[in-house]
């Protein structure tokens, strides 16, 4: 198994070095964003809105990590809090952590996606809280809820500008556990062409990867895992992966 290991290791390290791969990713990034091609997928029976690559990474960092929280900002239909629910179903399952939850908050939760939300054989193990993230009220809430859990991992994938994604990891990093993640979706914005998002508040110079960026810059105890990117190649988070360290 070790043999593996390291071969793997070689290989992401021989993508990191390959500019012909990295620009065959990034041509596939850039053609497949306007034709909603991560809205095609669902987990478990409800649309997820991610790549695959990126879901694949979640389950790695989930299995190898074994939060009993998960947090994440922002809903929409709901896949990606299932899927965060059944990975930490099967944590459960083996015996590795007990009473694991998936805490989602979104400003918006519409009322069709909380049925169906609330009616899936997983959603014992969901908590959602309704209200903008980086609100006081709910920020307290989501501290008051995470107390009783020993190892944390967040996901932030709700509003994309600046302002709001460095509010949600001054709000949420510092719940993060040493050694775990938070996962900053949506850092690709920078990469892209910046009149790709003309109806919304976000794009280039002012995206999650910016805020990544202004975080850091304070923040030692978080690093990017470039690891997790250089392996998927096709992810909707460059920069994005953040593991504490400290």
């Not at 991560?38 to 190898?64: C, H, K, T």
């Not at 600046?162 to 040493?178: G, I, R, T």
């Not at 062409?193 to 910016?210: A, Q």
Request: aromatic residues 8%.
């Amino acid at each position: 198994m070790k043999n593996f290991e390291n071969e793997v290791k070689g290989r992401i390290m021989g993508n990191s070095i390959n500019e012909k791969l990295k620009n065959a990713a990034q041509q596939f990034m850039l053609e497949s964003t306007q034709p909603k091609y991560s809205y095609n997928f669902s987990w478990l029976g409800r649309p997820i809105i991610q790549y695959p690559q990126d879901i694949v990474a979640m389950q790695e960092i989930i299995w190898n990590i074994k939060p009993d929280l998960i947090i994440e900002t922002g809903i929409a239909h709901g896949g990606s809090l299932v899927f965060s629910a059944s990975m930490l179903a099967l944590l459960e399952i083996s015996g590795l952590i007990s009473n694991g939850k998936a805490l989602g908050i979104d400003n918006d939760i519409r009322e069709h996606n909380r049925v169906e939300i609330e009616k899936h054989p997983l959603a014992k193990k969901i908590k959602m809280i309704q209200g903008s993230s980086i609100d006081k009220d709910v920020i307290n809430r989501v501290y008051d809820f995470a107390k009783d859990y020993k190892n944390i991992l967040v996901v932030l994938d709700s509003n994309h500008t600046h302002e709001h994604v460095l509010a949600e990891l001054d709000a949420y990093a510092p719940l993060v556990s040493k050694g775990s993640y938070c996962v900053v979706l949506d850092t690709i914005i920078e990469d892209l062409p910046g009149d790709m998002f003309p109806d919304r508040p976000w794009g280039k110079g002012n995206n999650p990867k910016t805020a990544v960026w202004e975080y850091l810059k304070s923040h030692a105890e978080f690093e990017i895992d470039k690891s997790i990117e250089n392996k998927l190649l096709i992810t909707v988070a460059p920069d994005g992966y953040l593991k504490r360290v400290l």
